[in-house]
């Protein structure tokens, strides 16, 4: 396993004692990213962890006009002893290759890629905000540089990896979000490119998004782009419904839907919080029914941000279908407290999903194997 040798340039500025205020998400940035070039037949070098700064590409970059470009999301977690989680690192690299193999893109060497994030987020641990449901989110991304008109899969490219301190997603507490059932515009289509995290995906749902929010939602229900009958993904999470209270319903990965990494990890842990899971089909229609007659208790959206994010109220086709608190529910809640917990290093990780980066100082937590 090769180790990559990543040359480090000092940061422009260091981490401010207090970070801005208020935060969001994915507004502010850190003092370095790392990148690291490709070219065909050479392969990947001139890995650096260097001052964040704007890119300078050729107006002909391939991905200006061919769009090859994908990127990922994951976050590293300030854990009670001032050390940082990252958390099923791995599974975001392996998923960051897949992407690039339907994109016509290079892969990276998942240990390297790894490796990279832990350096960066090692170097600018300052910059992990401290609040609680706060965190480090992580965007890797790779882009098609060659200069080219052709419609063809460009020689060269660039990967990045860029840090963003960011708040809690629900800042007040869990907040229901409303959704539009989309049977109009579509966001993939199983054979397309929807298990791929390209920026083409999403920008192809923005105008369904859009008239979303002008007629007074907040997210997208998104269906299957044959039938336009099953249930893909809620914006860009993946959805559950919950059954009676216990059983956990969602959509099997079909090709068009996205392999989130909160999904398989809530699936995984479910059981052991005494709920069962299921994944198939699953008809609009019937979701719909089953909401109206109280036998769906709750449904919720899974994803690197939020973690979980309930419904309130979903329209479809003109009538609303709500449920009945306008609070998370017990299910949601459970799950989102479970998995944070094991992410902030709060419990004991009992699934091995968590990677520590030790960045404590060695007075409140002394480590004789530190230097
Ligand atoms: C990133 C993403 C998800 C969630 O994936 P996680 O690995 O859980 O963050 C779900 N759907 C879409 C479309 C996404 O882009």
């Known amino acids: 396993m090769s180790k990559l040798d990543i040359r480090i340039e000092p940061a422009a500025h ?17 003092a370095r990213m790392f990148t690291q070039q490709y070219l065909a037949g050479r392969g990947w070098h001139d890995a650096l962890i260097g001052p964040y700064r ?13 769009g ?3 990127f990922e999301g994951t976050k590293a977690y300030l854990r ?9 690192v791995e599974k975001n690299a392996e998923r960051f290759n897949r992407s690039a193999a339907r994109l016509a893109m ?5 240990n390297e890629h790894v490796h990279a994030i832990t350096e960066l987020v090692r170097l600018e641990h300052g910059w992990v905000p401290k609040e609680e449901g706060a965190a480090l989110y992580i965007r ?4 098609a540089v060659e200069n080219t008109l052709e419609v063809r899969a460009s020689r060269s490219f660039l990967h990045y990896i860029i840090l963003s301190p960011v708040a809690p997603y629900f800042a007040g507490g869990f907040k229901p979000v409303s959704v539009f059932v989309s049977d109009g515009y579509v966001r993939t289509v199983r054979g397309g ?6 920026p083409g995906n999403y920008a192809g749902s923005l105008a369904g998004t859009e008239e979303a929010i002008a007629a007074g939602y907040q997210q997208v229900l998104w269906l299957d782009a044959v039938e336009r009958r099953y249930i893909d993904e809620v914006g860009a999470m993946n959805i559950a419904f919950v059954y009676e209270g216990k059983h956990i319903r969602t959509p099997m990965l079909s090709g068009a839907i996205l392999r989130g990494v909160t999904r398989d990890s809530l699936l995984k842990l479910a059981p052991d919080l005494g709920f069962s899971v299921q994944e198939d089909r699953i008809d609009i229609h019937e979701v719909m029914r089953d909401i109206e007659a109280g036998k769906i208790t ?7 941000g939020a973690v979980i994010a309930p419904v309130g109220r979903f329209c479809f086709q003109g009538k609303n279908y709500a449920f009945g608190s306008s609070e998370a529910g017990p299910v949601a809640r459970r799950m989102f407290n479970r998995l944070t917990d094991i992410q902030y290093g709060r419990v004991p990780d009992p699934y091995g999903w968590t990677r520590l980066i030790e960045v404590a100082a060695a007075k409140t937590n002394p480590s004789p194997a530190r230097v």
Do not use: W, Y
């Open 298 to 304: 709750e449904a919720f959206g899974m994803g690197t």
């Open 54 to 66: 704007p890119l300078v590409l050729d107006p002909a970059a391939q991905v200006f006009h061919c």
């Open 80 to 88: 009670p002893d001032g050390n940082l989680n990252l958390f099923r």
């Open 68 to 70: 090859q470009m994908i």
């Open 14 to 30: 260091a981490a401010p004692p207090t970070l801005p205020s208020p935060l969001g998400f994915g507004r502010h940035f850190t």
């Open 193 to 198: 490119t929807g298990e791929a995290k390209t």
């Open 106 to 110: 290079p892969e990276v060497d998942a």
């Open 140 to 143: 890797p991304v790779m882009v």
